[in-house]
């Protein structure tokens, strides 16, 4: 078993963006807007501060209390995409229920969207792939960099993904289709998942459900990428029984230092994409 060293690789991306970056006369800035107080995304955007400051991309954060009303972050946004100092908008997920997710996500200028949320780009991306939408979705890219990275061959091999969601699972499966394996995607309403996973040649799980694989559940020599992240206590856990499911996979993302630093490197890989623009 291989270790899929997500901090390693992003430590590598970091710096080639370094490079790109002080050859560029205008440093690219990334804005974060941040409503509530939750925090787990507190914590997420102190990361992504820390990892801008590494790149040499400029950071701000716009912190907003929890009340905070719709037509104020939509007017944030608005002044943000005005501002030819921003190079590239992010909104931390979630958001307070009573703001409407989509309309703030549409709000972002399409060649501001860091996070490769708006329609018009993730419709690009699911249509030609990432170099048509100039952006791509962070965590899903930031996996076929970790693949490839450790030539691990996705063309001809069959993959599930466990998870559907727009920022996982659905570009997940497309970034795998785009290259050649034959897709599942599974999630909450599958039956007897068990006879999907044993089947996987790579198997990438994102659902928020500690555990959730098991030795079982897969087979041996499996490519497994855990995206979970579940906090018990101060200690943070996969959706992957990493102890029991380890001694069956050929590679394996640790949780943490798997998924999340590569999908942060991605984070501003985009981000100076958008700036070339």
């Given at each position: 078993?291989?270790l899929?060293?997500?901090?390693?690789?992003?430590?590598?991306?970091?710096?080639?963006?370094?490079?790109?970056?002080?050859?560029?006369?205008?440093?690219?800035?990334?804005?974060?807007?941040l409503?509530?107080n939750?925090?787990?995304?507190?914590?997420?955007?102190?990361?992504?501060?820390?990892?801008?400051?590494?790149?040499?991309i400029?950071?701000?954060?716009?912190?907003f209390p929890?009340?905070?009303?719709?037509?104020?972050?939509?007017?944030?946004?608005?002044?943000?995409?005005?501002?030819?100092?921003?190079?590239?908008?992010m909104?931390q997920?979630?958001?307070?229920?009573?703001?409407?997710k989509?309309?703030?996500?549409?709000?972002?200028?399409?060649?501001?969207?860091?996070?490769?949320?708006h329609p018009?780009?993730?419709?690009?991306?699911?249509?030609?792939?990432?170099?048509?939408?100039?952006?791509?979705?962070?965590?899903?890219?930031?996996?076929?960099?970790?693949?490839?990275?450790?030539?691990?061959?996705i063309?001809?091999?069959?993959a599930?993904?466990?998870?559907?969601?727009?920022?996982v699972?659905k570009?997940?499966a497309?970034?795998?289709?785009n290259?050649g394996?034959?897709?599942?995607?599974?999630?909450?309403?599958t039956?007897?998942?068990?006879?999907?996973?044993?089947?996987?040649?790579?198997?990438?799980?994102?659902?928020?459900?500690?555990?959730?694989?098991?030795a079982?559940?897969?087979?041996?020599?499996?490519?497994v990428?855990d995206?979970g992240?579940?906090?018990?206590?101060?200690?943070?856990?996969g959706?992957v029984?990493?102890?029991?499911?380890?001694?069956?996979?050929?590679?394996?993302?640790?949780?943490p230092?798997?998924?999340?630093?590569?999908?942060?490197a991605?984070?501003?890989?985009?981000?100076?994409?958008?700036?070339?623009?």
């Amino acid at each position: 078993m291989q270790l899929l060293d997500g901090k390693k690789l992003s430590g590598k991306i970091i710096l080639d963006l370094k490079k790109q970056v002080s050859r560029r006369k205008k440093k690219p800035v990334l804005a974060m807007i941040l409503v509530g107080n939750d925090p787990a995304s507190k914590i997420y955007v102190d990361r992504k501060k820390i990892f801008c400051a590494k790149a040499g991309i400029g950071s701000r954060v716009f912190t907003f209390p929890e009340k905070t009303s719709e037509r104020e972050i939509l007017e944030i946004i608005s002044s943000l995409n005005a501002n030819g100092n921003i190079s590239a908008i992010m909104v931390q997920l979630p958001l307070p229920k009573h703001m409407d997710k989509n309309k703030i996500i549409e709000a972002i200028d399409p060649q501001k969207d860091a996070d490769c949320l708006h329609p018009l780009n993730f419709g690009r991306f699911v249509q030609n792939g990432e170099e048509y939408s100039i952006v791509a979705p962070a965590t899903p890219l930031g996996i076929i960099k970790l693949l490839k990275e450790n030539k691990i061959k996705i063309e001809g091999k069959n993959a599930v993904v466990v998870g559907r969601s727009n920022i996982v699972g659905k570009p997940m499966a497309q970034f795998l289709l785009n290259r050649g394996a034959t897709v599942t995607v599974c999630h909450r309403h599958t039956k007897n998942l068990k006879s999907y996973t044993q089947k996987a040649d790579i198997l990438v799980v994102a659902v928020g459900k500690m555990n959730l694989i098991k030795a079982d559940m897969v087979q041996k020599g499996v490519v497994v990428i855990d995206v979970g992240v579940n906090r018990k206590g101060k200690r943070i856990f996969g959706d992957v029984d990493f102890a029991s499911v380890s001694k069956k996979a050929s590679f394996i993302t640790p949780v943490p230092g798997g998924v999340g630093p590569i999908t942060i490197a991605m984070l501003l890989w985009n981000t100076v994409r958008l700036a070339q623009k």
